[in-house]
């Protein structure tokens, strides 16, 4: 649906809230290792404890079934986990069945609509945001639809097709997508509902009210600004918080979880570009008194539970994040009691379950076959040929062919959108990174899945003006992706990358420009014989970066590009830039683009 056919006003959650009861499911009861609440003396006419169970996913990123796009196959890793909405029903199920189906919630705490190609294939091949007639059924939308989700909460990447996309899969959905701090650019009003309120029954006494409010990351201002900039504004979690936990009280919730797309406390990657913090959900719960539980998302990391003190009233808040692409499910176990006509929780306590001790449940596979063999067809197109096989294996350590590929892919886009104009005479230089560590382009045919597992994000190319100077710094700065290691010492490369924290995609390469890396000098004094086309660059010369949009925007906090000046920008998937220069080459020889133009060294000495 457009922008522009949606008045962007809160629900009035509240309302939307009162009426339905809780169809979901319950959960063996867990030992109670965290009292959310003083456990005081038992009040007159008080009735017996009553449990019930809050489930939550976050991170699916696409995931339905246990299957890999990029390789064509079942998905498999080193730790044996397996992935998909199809593992977590026959969880939620099992949990429902033994808690009480009545007893049960199941949220999600956002990034559902990106990372496969499954879900590729409904925003771009067969999009869902369509005027036609009949729009096509986004599989996120059936799977959880079906296996009756609560809530869920925007994550960053759900605007990464833009907002009539999001739209249009919020409209497929049978439960609330929630944001409170996700605001209309026009009127500083929620663009979606802040929150909701479900109905939980619990033996006699009066139905319990759950209150579900949904955060969203600030990073998405940055992130997604080609499609948010001027439509939306997401304001800090703490602070949005502070506005709606309270209203949410008043609205009459016993019990208050927040859907929270943000980190536990780790760093923030976009740096001060933006006065809010991008992993603040220890923050969240320190510093905002009233909430019971916080689903974590974004981080994609696994902690089954953390127990923070909210400062104001001293009282202990359950976190948990369930680690991402659906290999866990988080259930937050509460026990209640009534207490003069209201319930108060008197334990709660957290834990995840993992998907690879089950099957995935038929019902969620019989609904995907449609999807999953259009998707399976689409991928395995034939796009060219390549000489020899290419891996990505070692590009964390050594300037490899297939990092150059992408690099050579976006020089060309950007040199070839320049021809003609005022700057078609500077040079052009391309960053890169090693997104998806088990990329593999094989010998001999190669499928449109082989291209797509290069290059996992709908990123988009931008083209960005950079003297030397800036370049030198912009090396400098991702070279602290190394742990520094002196002359001599062993070499292990398990611990000698993801310094400080430094994700694999935020460890950039230059195409076009050759020099080393000393790990054994401190961050800031690594790079040295920075050269371009053989002589020392020229600090003040002028170079146009191919750059994808997340950078460019400024995620990762890269000095000097977001402030650099634009000459070019694409809307199309810089994915689909790497297919269609594979399918105009017909074969991939590396002789036409590697370029092993950076190495590791130690005082000179290489590495490797």
Known sequence: ???????????????????????????????????????????????????????????????????????????????????????????????????????????????????????????????????????????????????????????????NYGIDTLRAYEEQLDFPLLGANALNARNDKPAFPPYVIRKVKLGSGPALKVGIVGLTNPGIAIWDKANVAGKMTFPGIVETARIWVPKVRAAGADVVVIACHSGMDEATSYGDQLPWGENVSVALAEQVPGIDAVLVGHAHKEIPQRLVVNKETGKSVVLSEPLCWGQRLTCFDFEVELDGGAWKVVSLSSRVLNSNTVPEDPEIVDLMTEQHKKVVEYVNQVIGTAKIALSIADAPFKDTPIIDLIGRVQADVVRAALAGGQYAKLPVLAQAAPFNRTAVIPAGQVKLRDAAGLYIYENTLEARILTGAQIKDYLEFSAKYYNQLAPGAPVDKATLTNAQNTPDYNYDSVYGVSYDIDIAQPVGSRIVNLSFEGRPIDPTAQFVLAVNNYRANGGGNFPHVAASQKVWANSDEIRNAMIAWVKAKGVIDPADFAADSWRLVRAGQPVF
């Open 1 to 159: 649906m457009p922008l522009n056919r949606r008045d962007f006003v809160t629900r009035s959650a509240a309302t939307a809230a009162g009426a339905a009861l809780v169809s979901g499911g319950a959960l063996a009861a867990a030992s109670p290792a965290a009292a959310a609440g003083p456990d005081e003396a038992r009040a007159k006419g008080r009735t017996k404890r009553q449990a019930f169970t809050v489930m939550g996913t976050t991170d699916l990123h696409g995931r339905v079934l246990n299957w890999d796009y990029f390789t064509d196959a079942v998905y498999a890793d080193k730790a044996h986990n397996e992935v998909g909405l199809a593992k977590i029903s026959t969880l939620a199920k099992q949990v429902r069945e033994e808690k009480g189906w009545d007893r049960c919630l199941l949220i999600d705490a956002g990034d559902t609509i990106q990372g496969t190609q499954l879900t590729y294939y409904y925003a771009r091949v067969e999009p869902i945001a369509t005027e036609a007639d009949t729009a096509p059924e986004h599989p996120m939308a059936l799977a959880m639809n079906t296996m009756e989700y609560t809530a869920a909460a925007l994550g960053n990447h759900e605007f």
